[in-house]
């Protein structure tokens, strides 16, 4: 059986939602709490198995590439002034045995277009992506993708990471239709890029996790623009599903949209809440401001 060693990290968009901060570095640099988002993402994947790491790239985004790469100066610093849990942080980013292929997309066409540039290191396997905007947190539980990791060893067929939304913000997501399976599975009979309300097929929307059988790159090559005149990834997936069964997941955790400025500052609460070192602080201050954190965070508070 093919086991999912590939995850692709489609970040060449230009993050106007968040400029000024984004106008020197890219939006997927951003921290929460003390690390870049990018790196949740890329932490979920090698968790579930995956040593080879595909980032698509635009033209500003070289500090991605930094982040991923050896780091001698401060490595060396570090180990001079004897700083070891420092060093042992920042040479985790990128643990021994997983590779990084950086590959440049150089027009904005897409998602669909972004995941086809990552073609030449995706061979002919099946492959995850991620797209790091969606923080998705699991406390103590398996990450998303690992859970659809699961799916895929069982289904042997692409899996899509979704979740249920108010109908009304359809326009936001890949929407998707079909019967239900079990608890949290269903097949994709239908899927569309951002709908509106009234002729979306479900309130099931498609979050940022994908598992794709390579079947999809011949197909992204003939697709054509789409919503947003972008070549989409959510159309490639319709025109797969004519060919091979595809499964939605509804995954066990919680998202927070980090494309959004209210989603990235609640992912920053969050984040906070389940510090090793700040947790107990940082609730104490939601209390000084009469925020009375829930129960199960609530223990964390001196
Ligand atoms: C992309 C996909 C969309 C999906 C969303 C999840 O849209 O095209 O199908 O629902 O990610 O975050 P974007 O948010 O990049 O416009």
């Known amino acids: 059986m093919t086991s999912i060693t590939t995850a692709v990290f489609p970040v060449a968009g230009l993050g106007t939602r968040f400029l000024p901060a984004t106008k020197a570095i890219a939006k997927e640099m951003l921290a929460v709490v003390d690390k870049p988002l990018i790196q949740y993402a890329s932490e979920e994947a090698v968790a579930a198995g995956m040593d080879t790491l595909v980032f698509v790239v635009g033209r500003t985004k070289n500090a991605i590439i930094d982040h991923y790469d050896k ?3 401060l490595e060396t610093e570090l180990e001079l002034r004897k700083k070891d849990e420092m060093l042992a942080v920042v040479q985790a980013v990128v643990p021994a045995h997983v590779h990084c292929v950086f590959i440049r997309q150089s027009e904005a066409l897409g998602l669909g277009h972004a995941v086809l540039c990552a073609e030449p290191a995706i061979g ?3 492959f995850a992506v991620l797209l790091p ?4 947190y699991n406390k103590g539980g398996k990450s998303c993708i690992q859970q659809m990791v699961d799916v895929y060893k069982e289904k042997q067929g692409s899996v899509i990471g979704t979740q249920i939304v108010d109908r009304s913000e359809s326009h936001k997501y890949g929407m998707v239709g ?3 399976l079990s608890d949290r599975l269903s097949r994709i009979d239908e899927i ?4 509106s309300p009234a002729d979306s097929p479900s309130d099931q929307a498609v979050v940022g996790r994908y598992i794709l059988t390579p079947a999809i790159i011949e197909i992204l090559k003939s697709t054509q623009r789409g919503a947003g005149n972008e070549i989409q990834l959510t159309d490639a997936i319709a025109e797969l599903r004519k060919s091979e069964e595809i499964y939605a997941y509804n995954f066990e955790g919680s998202r927070y949209d980090c494309g959004s400025k209210i989603g990235y500052l609640q992912a920053n609460v969050e984040i ?5 070192e700040l947790a107990s602080d940082f609730c104490d201050y939601l209390k000084k401001l009469n925020i009375e954190p829930s129960k199960d965070r609530l223990k964390l508070c001196k």
């Open 71 to 73: 780091a001698y100066e």
């Open 124 to 126: 002919n396997k099946p």
């Open 133 to 136: 905007d969606d923080l998705i």
């Open 178 to 180: 079909g019967p239900k």
């Open 192 to 195: 569309v890029e951002k709908p």
């Open 272 to 276: 906070a809440l389940q510090h090793d």
